[in-house]
C-alpha cells in the first residue's frame, strides 16, 4: 500500500514562512495528482492546494498568494511553500496523492496522516 509521510510542521509567528514536505513510500507507482488539504480543531478538513502530473495548480481562495506548491515527480515528492502566515492557517496539514491503478478508472486516493502547522505570536 502506497504510504504518505509528511514533514516540516511546527510553531511559528504571524508573518512567518514554513515548508511542508511529503513524500510517497513507494516509487514504482503513477501519481496523477498531489496535493494538501488542512483541518482545523472543531472544523472540517478544507482544501489548499493540488499540482497536477502535467503541473497544473490550483489553490484555495484563502491561500491564493501567499501559498505555492511544487512537485518532485522523479522523487514521488510534493512540497508546500507557505508564507506570510496568518493565525487562521493553524491546522493539521494533510498530504494528498491520487495514484493511478490498474483496476481503476480513476484512481486511488492516498492520504498522510498529517502535520501540526501552528501560527502564533
Known amino acids: 500500500q502506497v504510504q504518505l509521510v509528511e514533514s516540516g510542521g511546527g510553531l511559528v509567528q504571524p508573518g512567518g514562512s514554513l515548508r511542508l514536505s511529503c513524500v510517497a513510500s513507494?516509487?514504482?507507482?503513477?501519481?496523477?495528482?498531489m496535493g494538501w488539504y488542512r483541518q482545523a480543531p472543531g472544523r472540517e478538513r478544507e482544501f489548499v492546494a493540488v499540482i497536477t502530473k502535467g503541473n497544473t495548480t490550483n489553490f484555495a481562495e484563502s491561500v491564493r498568494g501567499r501559498f505555492t506548491i511544487s512537485r518532485d515527480s522523479t522523487e514521488n515528492s510534493v512540497y508546500l511553500q507557505m508564507n506570510n502566515l496568518k493565525p487562521e492557517d493553524t491546522a493539521v496539514y494533510y498530504c494528498n496523492a491520487l495514484v493511478a491503478e490498474s483496476t481503476l478508472s480513476y484512481g486511488q486516493d492516498y492520504w498522510g496522516k498529517g502535520t501540526l502547522v501552528t501560527v502564533s505570536s
Open positions: 513507494e516509487s514504482k507507482i503513477s501519481i496523477l495528482a
